[in-house]
């Protein structure tokens, strides 16, 4: 079975804790990651999630690298066509512009089930393609 890597950091507090928007994300995160299993397994490819935490200090010199998403190796927005914006967030990330995403006209915080769904997909169906070897070349 094929697998389809999702990676998700996020920051996590000295104390343990995490952001709303961060907490939000995770939770959608889980829910597409579950309906990505069930919808790609009858076409033997498997996602995978794989959490990564930044500390304080890495946070502090790009808070932008928190609530990221990579899928198949590249980010989310590369595979929507996104791009990344930042806003205030909550005690939790202090004076720091958390990440946010731009789809259309519309700015997320916390990156919703359907964006992510979105993502895998055309990440997966990249997984389904021929490889270079047996595509037929121009003229040919």
Do not use: Y
């Not at 731009?102 to 992510?116: M, T």
């Amino acid at each position: 079975m094929r697998t389809l890597p999702i990676v998700w950091q996020r920051l996590v507090s000295s104390e343990g804790k995490t952001c709303v928007r961060c907490d939000a994300s995770h939770q959608e995160l889980l829910r597409a990651v579950s309906k990505l299993k069930e919808a790609l397994n009858p076409l033997g490819i498997e996602p995978t999630l794989e959490t990564r935490e930044l500390d304080e200090a890495s946070f502090k010199v790009n808070p932008s690298e928190s609530n990221r998403v990579w899928i198949a190796g590249s980010p989310m927005e590369a595979w929507l066509g996104a791009g990344v914006g930042s806003s205030r967030c909550c005690a939790v990330c202090g004076e720091s512009e958390c990440r946010t995403i731009k789809v259309g006209g519309s700015e997320f915080e916390a990156i919703p089930e359907h964006l992510l769904l979105s993502a895998a997909l055309v990440a997966a169906s990249r997984l389904l393609a021929p490889t270079s070897e047996t595509q037929p070349r121009p003229g040919g």
